[in-house]
């Protein structure tokens, strides 16, 4: 093969560099769109295009904001005017708050799918009802813990005996029912922690209503010593607890000999007063310390637990 010399080298230099960008330009331009003219103008036609379509659309949007509008002011009409509306039906303020969640829920629904049908002229009320139960299908299956305490807070509020106010005791949680709704319920306890309680929760579980009634029994054990007459300390007991003041008096006042306990003859004194936890502690103390007053003046003994030692060999006693 013959070897160029540096002349040839040098003016064969710049038409092998002219042949490498003619070769990337072909690349190029095979790549890219013949001009970059039909480019900007497929893109600018695109957004008039679309801008026009927005226009001429903007009256079916104003007119389902209208609609989402006069909605909101039909729901909160409905909220507003819903207590007095179902003031006749019941007297329960839950089934009350019930009927108004319910029917302020139906009115979104109803506004909403109005609002479509005006947004969307294409869209029957067939075909929105049916997206409706699809789109429900599928929220359903995935936030089925949520729709499981929706369904339990409805029937909470509409078979459930609990009002707002009432103490109630579940699972080891006591304390006081500060609102329910319709997915949980907040209970404020007697510590005064706020418990939010899943609806689920209370429906599943067995739940005591403490304040169900205005009255609730309170019992206490009192021990008098083995030498003391049982009979006599019975009717002692009764007329100190009958001078209580948070003792009902319509009510009537239950004491009997229980058991024989290890230092004492066990009586259990058993009276009716108020049903909050609160009024239960104060009874309870004014109790305790009614017969501790009453059984000092008469002088039966409360004795101390005994102890009887007993040794197999005589003990010696220097």
Same mark, same amino acid.
């Given at each position: ?69 006069? +909605? ?16 006749? +039906? ?9 009927? %108004? ?24 009320? +067939? ?49 006081? #029912?500060?609102?329910?709704? #319709? ?14 309680? *899943? ?34 300390? %019975? ?16 009510? *009537? ?19 009716? +007063?108020?049903?909050? *936890? ?8 004014? %109790? #305790?310390?009614? %017969? ?21 060999? *005589?003990?010696?006693?220097?």
């Amino acid at each position: 093969m013959r070897l160029l010399s540096n002349d040839q080298a040098l003016r064969l230099e710049p038409l092998l560099k002219t042949q490498q960008q003619d070769a990337q330009k072909s690349f190029f331009e095979r790549l890219l769109p013949d001009s970059f003219s039909i480019a900007t103008q497929t893109v600018i036609s695109s957004v008039e295009r679309i801008w026009s379509s927005f226009l001429g659309h903007t009256p079916y949007i104003i007119a389902s904001v209208m609609v989402l509008f006069i +909605t909101w002011f039909v729901a909160r009409m409905v909220r507003h005017f819903g207590g007095r509306l179902f003031r006749h +039906t019941t007297s329960r303020a839950s089934l009350k708050n019930l009927f %108004v969640r319910l029917l302020t829920s139906a009115t979104w629904l109803v506004g909403l799918l109005f609002a479509a049908m005006v947004l969307f002229p294409g869209l029957t009320p +067939t075909k929105a009802l049916g997206a409706v139960g699809l789109l429900s299908v599928a929220i359903g299956l995935a936030f089925k813990d949520i729709f499981e305490n929706f369904f339990a807070g409805i029937l909470i509020l509409w078979r459930f005996p609990i009002e707002q106010g009432d103490f109630i005791e579940c699972q080891g949680i006591c304390g006081r #029912v500060e609102v329910v709704e #319709v997915r949980n319920t907040n209970i404020r306890k007697v510590s005064g922690e706020l418990v939010v309680v *899943p609806n689920l929760f209370l429906f599943k579980n067995p739940c005591e209503v403490i304040t169900s009634r205005v009255k609730r029994r309170a019992t206490i054990m009192v021990g008098v010593a083995y030498h003391e007459k049982i009979p006599k300390a %019975v009717s002692i007991l009764e007329s100190a607890v009958a001078s209580c003041q948070t003792v009902r008096d319509e009510d *009537p006042i239950q004491i009997f000999p229980k058991s024989f306990g290890e230092s004492s003859i066990d009586i259990e004194v058993s009276w009716w +007063t108020g049903s909050t *936890p609160l009024q239960i502690r104060q009874s309870r103390a004014e %109790v #305790v310390t009614a %017969v501790k007053s009453a059984l000092d003046q008469a002088g039966i003994e409360i004795p101390f637990p005994y102890r009887t030692l007993t040794f197999k060999e *005589p003990l010696k006693l220097d």
